[in-house]
DNA sequence: CGAATCTATCGACGGTTGTCAATCTATATC
DNA sequence: GATATAGATTGACAACCGTCGATAGATTCG
């Protein structure tokens, strides 16, 4: 498996099906990162205030989280090194956004009866 | 939200998708709960020999996962409790099979841009 | 019944994770 | 430069999780 600079997963099989059998333990592994990110109640409400705002900082995280700041901060560096969410500095503040596609990735890894290339 | 008594999560919401906003704590913890059982690079493996034998007996499991029985067993039964798997009994035996629609869910859980209902 | 086999449960161990107070770094403002 | 603010990092603690040996329950076969 590949790693970027930014820190992010990159599975060299992007469409590596749960459905596809035998998973290999390099692909299991790097798809089981990326849901054990999505298996917190806390990470998934920041990824729908991400998601439903197109661009929030971490400042307006906090009160809808009801969490410290040392705890959001965590959250998002997990959901970032997940490649679900990408962090822009601007100023003071960090703007964070949706990686759609890496969504879309987790969305074909979970199909049933993909069709082969 | 709800719980059977087979102890399996039952959101009432069954299309509850991240990007719709503010996910609600009982929705996010439903969730959360199954990405969490998907969150095993072990699991996942275990998840695509069921998925691609069709139906595979618990002591079938062993060897290809390279687990102890136990552990193994530990395994089925999380992914059985968060609705992914379901087994029937057969004698000594207990056959595991994938549960189609659960996945769909998860898929949908996942999807960008839906539309709102 | 007794032996053998498949699965589940229990108990224990080590490692990981979510949480927050305290602290540090970077940026902006006066 | 001094002060204030946003965010990351560190350290600590409790809770949780994956793992396996030992054991118990269930079912089949002789």
Redesign the interface.
Known sequence: MTRNRAGTIEPETCCA???????S?GQ??D???V???????????L???V???GEVCSCDLLE?LGKAQPTVSHHTKTLAEAGLIVGEKRGRWVWWS?V?GR??E??AA???AEVPT
Chains 1, 2 share one sequence.
């Open positions: 099906s749960v459905l596809a059998a035998p998973l333990e299991s592994e798809l089981a990162r849901f054990a990110a999505l298996g917190d109640p806390v990470r998934l409400r990824l729908s205030l998601a439903d705002a809808p949706i759609a969504l879309d987790m969305r979970l199909a049933v």
